[in-house]
């Protein structure tokens, strides 16, 4: 078990290309199950690439345990990955793909055999899938043998590489929950990547959020939700995402859907500080509360997405283009047409500066 | 358009063009037919000849009703023995080492791939570019200062330098087949180089080992140009053999038919068995 710690570190893979992760500085406490999140392309993957010491390093360090390890063999840093299409040795059975880095350590085949054994019960492989290929498994039962290979071999970081995309949707929730217990059972600090923020929110301690290359924040999921720090975040995390809009300033607020949306004194502040005549106003789905025609913001129902227990309500604004969607109650939602109001309380309204997305105090 | 001429289109359409379609396949297939059977003829009538007796061998025109016999065959399993065990030692020992040379070499221009790997890539099949003939002569001059010369080490040698560009070329592209994600977990696992190599991925590119084994086996086994320059008697292979059963004077057609069947029989079992692995070898890549 170990602490890891990103210290500035960046990898450029061509000589004009962006750099693949940008001066990346992030800290991983002993036991902590963190996740790297971002869109396709963000540089999660290479994060977690140059942890495991395939990927070098262009500038910076990466730390295990107090350890400089960033010229350190893979073989030596202790950790034990997990690939997102497993990479099990297909000619091996599943008892020799678990126990291949106990041989390589030098471990005694008793004692291999009895760790195998044991990881097997925990990932509940029975005794009889251990003799078979990887070919004769099924996509889950392939998805345990890779993290019992992780598991066997006590590894002081686990590295996960969406372990789970190649998995049914509803397969994909159950193992979710299971690699969660599994890793708070066995305090095994773990670094998981995915592109999933549903993933990242349900499995998460801590959630490191990254697009093109640079971490934009890292936080708990509730903080992630609560208090994004930029407009980014605030879009990535959440689904349906926030309703983003680009609105002009006003006396007193900002001017949406043909009314004046009251915005909370420190962001005007923040905003006339910047002298800014616009900026970017966010609004969860689930903070547009329909009101029977007395709300400020008026709309038409375009679309409704009908969840079972609620439903999704795409509503385009009095004289705007984007349509925004609302989350309300699923059993009486309004039909497609229909005129509806909605209600929204200051304090439920994030806003981000134009240009740089920043989040504007809040 | 009016629906009358579309109509009737339509109800003509179908039958010429299914006629059209019957017709053309069979043309197809019997041209294929033709083909094989013009080249298997040849096999066919050496056989044929193989179980004639002399007298009966050179018949114009052939005749395909004879009493079979199996005399020729005795006569060159009586004589054979020298040369088949020349061509098997040259031809497995040749082979054994392509493989050990072969596959680090592939290795290294492919998994772990060595500065100027292109170069090195195409150098090895650039020396099968030259004729040779062109170089018997040296050739010739090396293995008589080595003594060499009539040796079954010089057939090893220089029948492992003919197959080993085809062998590396054809390793190397069953271990680019090898997802690099079985290479970096068994670096993470701790398997080093050799480990790497033997451990993961000979096992996964077996299938394509074996083809690659068998193609050498059959081009080592046919080989005639060197063996008749280099060798005389003590490492004189099969394709020589079957030279030397064309005597001076008299009837040979039967007697080379019944050695020329005997020399083909390896090489028709090996060339089935490596058409099979080779499938194999190249639906490798489809196993991840
Ligand atoms: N081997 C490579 N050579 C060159 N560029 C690469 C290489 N691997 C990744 N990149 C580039 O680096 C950037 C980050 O890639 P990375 O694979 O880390 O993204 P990711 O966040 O894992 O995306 P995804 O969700 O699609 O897996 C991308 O722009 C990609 O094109
Ligand atoms: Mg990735």
């Known amino acids: ?362 | 358009m009016t629906a009358v001429p579309l109509r009737a289109l339509r109800a003509r359409e179908p039958g010429s063009r299914r006629l059209r379609e019957v017709s053309g396949k069979v043309g197809w297939t019997v041209l294929a037919w033709v083909v094989a059977i013009a080249f298997f003829l040849p096999v066919l009538w050496m056989v044929l000849t193989a179980f004639k007796p002399e007298s009966a061998a050179e018949t114009w025109p052939p005749r395909f009703t004879f009493s079979p016999t199996l005399a020729e065959f005795r006569l060159v399993f009586s004589g054979w023995g020298p040369y088949v065990t020349h061509s098997v030692i040259a031809t497995i020992g040749s082979t054994i080492l392509v493989l050990l040379l072969g596959v680090p070499a592939a290795y290294a221009l492919s998994v772990h791939p060595v500065g100027r790997w292109r170069d090195g890539l195409f150098f090895f099949i650039s020396t099968k570019m030259l004729p040779i003939v062109a170089a018997i002569g040296p050739l010739y001059v090396i293995a008589l200062k080595t003594h060499l010369l009539d040796s079954i080490w010089v057939l090893i040698i220089l029948y492992t330098a003919m197959n080993l560009p085809l062998a590396i070329w054809m390793i190397r592209s069953f271990m680019l087949e090898v997802p690099s994600e079985l290479l970096e977990a068994a670096e993470l696992d701790g398997a080093g180089r050799i480990r790497e190599i033997t451990g993961v991925i000979l096992p996964v590119i077996s299938p394509g080992l074996v083809s690659t084994a068998l193609i050498c086996v059959i081009f080592a086994w046919n080989e005639l140009f060197l063996a008749l320059n280099l060798t005389v008697t003590n490492a004189a292979t099969m394709p020589m053999y079957l030279i030397s059963s064309v005597p001076q004077e008299g009837l040979y057609i039967a007697h080379l038919s019944a050695a020329a069947t005997v020399a083909s029989v390896p090489v028709i079992i090996v060339g089935w068995i490596a058409q099979r692995s080779l499938v194999r070898g190249l639906a490798m890549g489809a196993i991840k």
Do not use: W
């Open chain 1, 1 to 362: 078990m170990a602490q890891v710690r990103y210290v500035s570190a960046s990898r450029v893979y061509g000589k004009n290309a962006p750099p693949a992760v940008d001066a990346l500085d992030l800290e991983i406490r002993d036991g902590e199950f963190m996740v790297l999140v971002g869109p396709s392309g963000s540089g999660k993957t290479t994060a977690l690439r140059m942890l495991a010491g395939l990927e070098p390093l262009d500038a910076g360090r990466v730390e295990i345990g107090e350890r400089d390890v960033t010229f350190v063999p893979p073989k030596d840093r202790d950790i034990a990955m997990v690939f997102q299409n497993y990479a099990l040795y297909p000619q091996k059975t599943v008892a020799q793909n678990m126990g291949f880095a106990l041989k390589m350590q030098g471990v005694p085949k008793d004692e291999r055999d009895r760790r195998v054994r044991e990881a097997a019960r925990l990932l509940d492989l029975d005794d009889q899938m251990l003799d078979r290929k990887p070919r004769q498994l099924s996509g889950g039962q392939r998805q345990r043998v890779a993290m019992g290979r992780a598991i066997v071999r006590e590894p002081r970081v686990f590295l996960m590489d969406e372990p789970l995309s190649n998995l049914d949707a509803k397969l994909r929730v159950q193992t979710r929950s299971q690699i969660a217990e599994l890793q708070r059972r066995l305090g095994i600090t773990t670094v998981y990547v995915t592109h999933d923020q549903v993933e990242a929110m349900t499995m998460g301690h801590r959630v490191a959020v990254l697009a093109r290359g640079k971490l934009q924040q890292c936080a708990t999921p509730r903080e992630l939700y609560d208090n994004p720090v930029n407009q980014f975040v605030a879009g990535f995390i959440g689904s349906p995402a926030m309703n983003l809009q680009t609105v002009p300033l006003t006396d007193g607020g900002a001017r949406l859907a043909g009314t004046v949306l009251p915005l909370p004194a420190a962001v005007r502040t923040a905003a006339s500080q910047a002298g800014l005549g616009e900026l970017v106003a966010g609004i969860r789905p689930e903070h547009l509360h329909l009101a029977n025609g007395s709300g400020e913001l008026a709309g038409e129902v375009l679309l409704v997405e009908d969840l079972g227990a609620d439903a999704l309500l795409h509503v385009r604004l009095a004289g705007d283009a984007d349509p925004v969607v609302a989350r309300t109650e699923g059993r009486t939602p309004p039909a497609p047409g229909q005129q509806v109001t909605f209600h929204v309380q200051p304090d439920d309204i994030f806003a981000f500066h134009p240009v740089t997305g920043a989040r504007l105090a809040g």
